[in-house]
């Protein structure tokens, strides 16, 4: 006796569910792309304006004065390897486009991580999402991106900052569980504002752990921007995409380095800033 064959796709689910959104939201969906190609392009522009040896210079200059000579010296080597591996471009494109999805994560994810560790209904709330989108492959997020945004940089940035909210709100709310109840409660003896007690007390004790979000949600990006590539979203995911499709082992192994070159940059350029101006060493 022959079983029935019974099968569940969720497409057929989900395709009038798309095709509503397309056909009803389009407007909005065009509005949102329209921004971030805005921003995206106003950033490239000013990363590519200067001539990349002014480029250097002045971010070395920065990393010196944010950071300290040993960040400063090393975001130059970062950099001339960019250079002088002839993907500059590329490398800004990608720069560029980690920043703002990196910018946007940790607006959104840092203030629901630590509305997460006041309230324990949020943070029930949060978990079992979290640990989805966590253990969903990145690619996957790109598929629902290109369907509602169409190929390009829009539905890379979109799934790029989906990508990196979970490991930052995550560890932003671990972050601001484990501060020592004894130091809230001495501010609040002392008469200190909710502010006061915030950025002088809650954030320079959270700080190693909300760094060590930052660090991930940069990485998760980069690795995002990688796959990226494949949806046409420029950079140094397209460069290792074509080197990929045309066996061109040079230029792949060109733009991966170039990749942990801007990986570096970004992870030691912020953890310098942020260490060096933290409210810790304001106060």
Not at 32 to 45: D, T
Not at 70 to 80: E, K, N, S
Request: glycine share 8%.
């Amino acid at each position: 006796m022959s079983t029935p064959d019974i099968q569940f796709s969720p497409g057929e689910f989900l395709a009038p569910a798309v095709d509503w959104l397309n056909a009803n939201l389009h407007g909005v969906f065009k509005g949102i792309s329209q921004v971030i190609e805005a921003v995206l392009g106003a950033v490239e522009a000013a990363l590519l304006a200067p001539h990349p040896y002014v480029f250097i210079g002045i971010v070395v200059v920065a990393a010196f004065f944010f950071a300290n000579k040993r960040v400063a010296v090393f975001a130059g080597l970062m950099l001339a390897f960019c250079l002088f591996s002839g993907l500059w471009e590329a490398s800004m494109q990608t720069i560029a486009l980690v920043s703002v999805a990196v910018l946007i994560s940790v607006a959104i994810a840092f203030p629901l991580g630590v509305l997460a560790a006041r309230v324990k209904r949020v943070d029930e709330m949060f978990l079992p999402i979290l640990n989805i989108m966590q253990t969903v492959p990145p690619w996957v997020y790109l598929i629902p991106a290109v369907m509602l945004f169409s190929l390009g940089r829009v539905p890379a940035i979109i799934a790029t900052i989906v990508y990196g909210i979970p490991p930052m709100l995550r560890l932003t709310t671990l972050a601001f569980k484990q501060l020592p109840k004894e130091f809230l409660e001495l501010g609040q003896a002392s008469g200190a504002s909710p502010k006061d007690i915030l950025f002088k007390i809650e954030l320079p004790t959270a700080a190693p752990t909300l760094l060590v979000g930052l660090n991930q949600c940069i990485l998760m990006s980069l690795a995002m921007v990688v796959l990226a590539g494949l949806v046409g979203a420029g950079g140094l995911g397209a460069e290792v995409t074509r080197g990929l499709s045309r066996m061109e082992m040079g230029l792949g192994l060109r733009a991966g380095l170039a990749i942990v070159a801007v990986a570096l940059l970004l992870d030691r350029l912020s953890r310098g800033a942020l260490q060096r101006h933290s409210p810790r060493n304001l106060v």
